[in-house]
C-alpha cells in the first residue's frame, strides 16, 4: 500500500512538472511587477521613510521632557573628616512658544511626507509604463522574428529551385546567386532578430519575474475608438494631475519655508521652561543646617535674541532666495515638459490610429502584389528576382503592421503616464486587446 501511494505521488508530481506555466496578459504582468521589482519595493520604502518627516516635524512644535539624574563623592583634604555625597534627580519640560525654525520645520515636515507619497505614486506609474514598454517589446520582436523566419524560408525555397533550373539548364546561375544572397541576408537578419528576442524576453523577466515564453498576443485588430478627447483637455488634465509637477510645486513649497526658516533667525525665540528637582547632601553643612534633602519647582520663559553672526544668517537668507527661484525654475520647466510629453504621446495615439489603418492597407497591397507575382513567375513574366523583392516586401508589411500597433498602444499609456493618470484603470484599456 505504501509503495502504491509513493508511486501515485510520483505520478502526480510529474503530471504538475509537465504542466505549461500559464499563459499571462499585461495586467497580470504589472501585477507581478509590482511584488517582484526590487526598485519598486525601494521606493516602497522611501514612502515609510518619508511619511516619518510628517512626525518629525510635529515633534518640533510639542514639548519636549527630560530627566536628570547625578550622583558625588567628595573626599575632604582633612584626614579626620569623612567622605561625603550628594545626589539630584529632577524632571526639566521646554515648550517653544514662538520659534520660526521649529513653526518652519513642522511645516517642512508636512510637505515632505507628501512630495514621499507623490514620489511613490510616480514611481508606480513609471513601473507600469516599463511593464508595458518590456511587453510591447516582446510582442514585436516575436512578430519580427516570424517575419524574417518566413523571408528566410521563401528565399530557401526560391534558392532550392533556382540551382534545379540551373542544373537542367532552365535559368542562369544569376538567379542561383541571387536567391543565395537573399537566403544569407534571412539568415543573418534571423540570427539578429533571435539576439533581440532574447534580450527583450530577458528585460521583461527582470521586471516581472515571469517566464516571457507564455505572454499573451494582440487577439485582433487594435481600435481606440472615439475615446482619445481633445489636446487641449488632455494638456488641462496634466496641469492638474502630473506627479512631475505636483512634485515641483511641493519643492517650491519646501523652498519657501526655507527661506522663511533662514530669515527667521534674526528674530527672538521664546520658550517655556518648568522642572521639578530633588537634592540630597551629606556634607557636614547640610547635617548641621538640618537640610540634608530638599525639594524645589522651577517655571520660567526663556527669550533668546541674536545680535550678531557674522553675516552669516544674511548669507542663508540670499542663499534660500536663490534656491526659491531655482526651484521655480524647475516648476516652469516641469510644466513645458510635462505639455511636450502629452502633445507627443496625444499626437502619438491621433496618428497612430491612422497609421495603423494604412499599414492594414498596405498588407494588404503587398499580400496582393505577391500572389500576383508568383502567378507571374510561374507564366514566365516576373523573374526570380521579383518574386524575392515582392516576398520581402511583404514581410516588411507584417513587421511594420505590427509595429504601428504595438506604437499606440503604448502611446494611450504614455499619454495617460504624461497627465498623472497611469492607474490599472488605463492598463485595462489597452490590456481588452491581448
Not at 300 to 315: E, H, K, M, R
Not at 379 to 395: F, I, K
Request: a neutral charge.
Amino acid at each position: 500500500m505504501k509503495v502504491q501511494t509513493q508511486l501515485i505521488v510520483a505520478g502526480m508530481l510529474a503530471l504538475c512538472g509537465s504542466l505549461p506555466a500559464a499563459a499571462f496578459d499585461l495586467a497580470a504582468a504589472v501585477q507581478a511587477a509590482r511584488d517582484y521589482d526590487a526598485g519598486y519595493a525601494g521606493a516602497r520604502q522611501s514612502l515609510l521613510a518619508g511619511q516619518e518627516k510628517a512626525v518629525q516635524g510635529r515633534a518640533l512644535l510639542l514639548p519636549s521632557v527630560g530627566l536628570s539624574a547625578g550622583i558625588t563623592r567628595t573626599d575632604p583634604i582633612r584626614p579626620d573628616a569623612d567622605p561625603y555625597h550628594s545626589s539630584s534627580v529632577g524632571v526639566q519640560l521646554n515648550q517653544p512658544l514662538f520659534d520660526v525654525a521649529s513653526y518652519t520645520g513642522y511645516k517642512k515636515g508636512r510637505i515632505s511626507s507628501e512630495l514621499a507619497e507623490v514620489q511613490y505614486s510616480a514611481s508606480g506609474q513609471q513601473l507600469i509604463a516599463d511593464v508595458a514598454r518590456a511587453y510591447l517589446d516582446v510582442l514585436l520582436a516575436e512578430d519580427v522574428l516570424s517575419a524574417t523566419q518566413a523571408t528566410k524560408k521563401a528565399f530557401e525555397h526560391q534558392l532550392a529551385q533556382a540551382k534545379k533550373a540551373f542544373e537542367v539548364g532552365t535559368a542562369t546561375i544569376t538567379d542561383t546567386h541571387e536567391a543565395q544572397a537573399g537566403f544569407d541576408g534571412a539568415l543573418a537578419s534571423e540570427i539578429a532578430a533571435m539576439s533581440d528576442l532574447e534580450i527583450k524576453r530577458n528585460t521583461l523577466a527582470k521586471l516581472t519575474g515571469l517566464k516571457p515564453e507564455q505572454i499573451n498576443h494582440l487577439k485582433g485588430r487594435v481600435d481606440l475608438g472615439n475615446e482619445l478627447g481633445t489636446l487641449q483637455a488632455w494638456l488641462d488634465r496634466a496641469e492638474a494631475g502630473s506627479l512631475n509637477i505636483k512634485s515641483a510645486r511641493q519643492q517650491v513649497q519646501l523652498a519657501e519655508e526655507n527661506l522663511t526658516a533662514a530669515r527667521g533667525k534674526h528674530l527672538p525665540t521664546v520658550d517655556l521652561s518648568a522642572g521639578y528637582s530633588i537634592n540630597h547632601a551629606t556634607d557636614p553643612a547640610s547635617r548641621l543646617s538640618g537640610r540634608g534633602s530638599t525639594a524645589g519647582n522651577s517655571v520660567g520663559v526663556n527669550l533668546t535674541l541674536p545680535l550678531y553672526a557674522g553675516g552669516g544668517i544674511n548669507s542663508q537668507v540670499r542663499e534660500a532666495a536663490a534656491n526659491l527661484e531655482k526651484s521655480r525654475d524647475d516648476l516652469e520647466l516641469s510644466r513645458r515638459e510635462v505639455a511636450l510629453a502629452v502633445r507627443s504621446a496625444w499626437l502619438g495615439v491621433s496618428n497612430g490610429a491612422a497609421q495603423v489603418k494604412a499599414q492594414e492597407q498596405l498588407l494588404v497591397s503587398a499580400k496582393s502584389k505577391l500572389d500576383a507575382t508568383r502567378l507571374g513567375r510561374e507564366v514566365g513574366v516576373r523573374t526570380n528576382l521579383d518574386l524575392l523583392n515582392a516576398e520581402s516586401s511583404y514581410q516588411d508589411a507584417v513587421r511594420a503592421l505590427a509595429s504601428a500597433r504595438y506604437n499606440l498602444l503604448y502611446a494611450r499609456l504614455a499619454l495617460a503616464l504624461a497627465a498623472g493618470e497611469l492607474d490599472d484603470q488605463a492598463v485595462a484599456s489597452v490590456n481588452r486587446f491581448f
